[in-house]
């Protein structure tokens, strides 16, 4: 058991709850989530995604005692709430100049170090969009049976030091490859309730 605890930007979805279950059961970390409210027009759906999350923390936690020490409470934040980074929107500005990087990630980065999280594990898979953009500016890591990738030290672009706080754990799976690894494991009932 690594008891290194995973800090991971968890929405309920697939890719994130793939990636908590393989912490939780695989791994047995304990894992703190976290969850950034954007009541936007781009992201309108965040009342079902926490709806969801806390029915995926029930399963986790019925019948199995260790789930309420691994599963830390979700720690919530407003977007709204974060103070906006010049620095931070003026590189993913330039990022952008070469290919397609969501606004998002400006937010995301903007958190991660207002929070002080390092490692915060961002599940971008091989299928996102942002897949090939980030590709060459990371590295596979291997530590303590974990398996992530890491942006280079230093970046191959310095505009990319917006990425330094994460860790991108799925990054060299397919949701194909998720699903049927879900299946050989039993997760299926949890992966369903995404």
């Known amino acids: 058991m ?9 929405t ?4 994130s709850t793939f990636r908590l279950l393989d912490l939780l059961l695989v791994q047995q970390r304990p894992v703190q989530t ?23 923390k029930q399963k986790l936690r019925a019948g199995n005692p260790a789930m309420h020490d691994l599963l830390r409470p979700t ?5 709204k709430d974060l103070r906006r980074s010049p620095d931070v929107l003026e590189k993913l500005q330039r990022l952008r100049t070469a ?5 998002q990630y400006a937010f995301l980065a ?17 299928d996102d969009r942002a897949h090939a953009f980030i590709a060459p500016l990371v590295t596979r890591v291997e530590h303590a049976g974990d398996r992530y990738y890491r942006l280079l ?28 690894i879900a299946r050989e494991r039993g997760w299926t009932p949890f992966m369903e309730a995404t």
């Open 2 to 10: 690594n008891a290194d605890t995973a800090h991971l930007l968890w």
């Open 75 to 79: 720690l919530y934040r407003d977007v």
């Open 99 to 103: 290919g397609h990087l969501g606004r």
């Open 34 to 56: 976290y969850y950034l409210i954007s009541a936007s027009a781009e992201r309108p759906a965040f009342g079902r995604e926490i709806w969801t999350m806390t029915r995926i």
């Open 153 to 180: 030290d230093p970046p191959a672009n310095p505009n990319a030091d917006i990425f330094r706080h994460f860790r991108f754990p799925v990054f060299d799976l397919s949701k194909l490859e998720m699903e049927r």
């Open 110 to 126: 903007e958190f991660a170090e207002q929070e002080g999280v390092d490692g915060l594990e961002l599940c971008i898979h091989r």
């Open 12 to 15: 309920g979805g697939w890719d």
